[in-house]
């Protein structure tokens, strides 16, 4: 991959364009397209590692030393999360796949909102924030929507449960990830929205598209190590420059 130096800024026409146009589209999303949702980034503005060190709440380490402290942050995400709505950017992404000859959408997020907007194929590259695993070694999992309480919550088998995420030094799950490469590809229009992209191997996706022939298009508030390569970069809000890529029908609030 090499520096296109034609980069489209702005360009919500061709971006639109290239949209309808697709017979396979791949989308990667990351913590951005959730913050309008109220869910904070991890960087940037208001962002998660701004006030924390990820080595002291998203690592295997930091929970073996203190899993008290590593809950308290899941659960405290766990409660925003439950509180929070799929917004205008997750409805045009659901719409999207609706109409979609192949649609593929691979999330960095743990937050679910991909779901509850409606999206079916989705390769959750991170895990999810309702599930948990056992640590001991029974390695049970199971989804505890629930109030956990009290934390840490604790397996049938005596063991100390984990949020069945996936933590910084830890490996991708191997199916997923092989999956998300094959959809990168594979498509004709690869989607990256809200992403820092800084974070490998999910960052690789984007360069991995464009390598294999898809057009690449960037829709994100400010400029990533991404921005100089992709076909066509939008600076601005997920929540509305996705309904204008995607020209989907006026984007309701969903009626439940
Ligand atoms: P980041 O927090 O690194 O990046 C969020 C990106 O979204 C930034 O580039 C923002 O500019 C952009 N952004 C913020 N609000 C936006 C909006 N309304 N519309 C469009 N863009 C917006 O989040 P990720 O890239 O998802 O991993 O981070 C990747 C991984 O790093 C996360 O999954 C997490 C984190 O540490 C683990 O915890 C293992």
Redesign the pocket.
């Known amino acids: 991959m090499s520096a296109t130096n034609h980069v489209r800024l702005n360009d919500v026409a061709q971006a639109r364009d290239w949209i309808e146009n697709a017979r396979s589209i791949a989308v990667l999303?990351?913590?951005?397209?959730?913050?309008?949702s109220g869910i904070?980034?991890?960087?940037?503005?208001g962002?998660?590692?701004n006030n924390h060190r990820?080595e002291d709440l998203?690592t295997p380490q930091a929970f073996a030393r203190d899993p008290k402290l590593v809950w308290e942050w899941y659960d405290m995400r766990r409660q925003r999360v439950a509180a929070a709505k799929p917004?205008a950017?997750h409805r045009a992404l659901a719409k999207l796949e609706a109409h979609a000859p192949t649609f593929t959408l691979i999330?960095?997020?743990?937050d679910g909102l991909h779901h509850a907007a409606g999206n079916r194929n989705i390769i959750e590259?991170?895990g999810n924030l309702w599930q948990v695993r056992c640590v001991a070694c029974c390695r049970h999992e199971e989804n505890r929507s629930v109030p956990l309480a009290p934390l840490p919550p604790q397996c049938a088998c005596g063991g100390w449960m984990r949020p069945a995420?996936?933590?910084?030094g830890?490996a991708m799950p191997a199916e997923a990830m092989w999956q998300a490469g094959l959809a990168a590809e594979k498509c004709d229009v690869f989607l990256v929205?809200?992403?820092?992209?800084?974070?490998y191997p999910?960052?690789e996706l984007p360069g991995r598209a464009m390598s294999a022939g898809a057009r690449v298009i960037e829709?994100?508030?400010?400029a990533?190590p991404f921005s100089d390569y992709a076909h066509v970069s939008l600076r601005?809000?997920?929540?509305?420059?996705l309904p204008q890529i995607i020209r989907v029908p006026a984007c309701p609030e969903p009626l439940i």
């Not at 999303?29 to 309008?36: C, D, F, H, K, Y």
């Not at 995420?165 to 910084?168: D, G, M, R, Y």
């Open positions: 999303t990351g913590a951005g397209i959730s913050a309008e904070p980034t991890f960087r940037g503005p962002g998660f590692w990820p998203a917004n950017g999330t960095q997020n743990v590259l991170h995420v996936v933590w910084f830890e929205c809200g992403t820092s992209a800084v974070v999910a960052a829709v994100n508030l400010e990533t601005g809000k997920c929540g509305e420059l």
